[in-house]
Nanobody
Framework: QVQLVESGGGLTQAGGSLRLSCAASKSIFSFNAMGWYRQAPGKQRNLVAQ???????RYADSVKGRFAISRDSAKDAVFLQMDSLRPEDTAVYYCNALWNFVDYWGQGTQVTVSS
């Protein structure tokens, strides 16, 4: 089984920064990919950023240039650095891991950006 534990969400003003962390119960290199998704009230869950086992990254167009995904194999953790935050970034952010092509999810962490 895979367990993912997120931390780092919170409240900030527009233009501010937050850093999300996701600690995994397995070596992050055992995953096909890891990433961050977000879900705003009444909307579907969408990909924000992803990093594959080879280190390739991809981002949603809306966060390119503002968000950066990274990983630390020593901590078995993935991070999302979020800069220049906007009110429309407000959502619950979920850590995702793809392991043996099965999706696993964290419990989610709330990010709220005030205008």
């Amino acid at each position: 089984q895979v367990q993912l534990v997120e931390s780092g969400g919170g409240l900030t003003q527009a233009g501010g920064s937050l850093r999300l962390s996701c600690a995994a119960s397995k070596s992050i290199f055992s995953f096909n990919a890891m990433g961050w998704y977000r879900q705003a009230p009444g909307k579907q869950r969408n990909l924000v950023a992803q990093i594959t086992s080879t280190g390739s990254t991809r981002y949603a167009d809306s966060v390119k240039g503002r968000f950066a995904i990274s990983r630390d194999s020593a901590k078995d953790a993935v991070f999302l650095q979020m800069d220049s935050l906007r009110p429309e970034d407000t959502a619950v952010y979920y850590c995702n891991a793809l392991w043996n092509f099965v999706d696993y999810w964290g419990q989610g962490t709330q990010v709220t950006v005030s205008s």
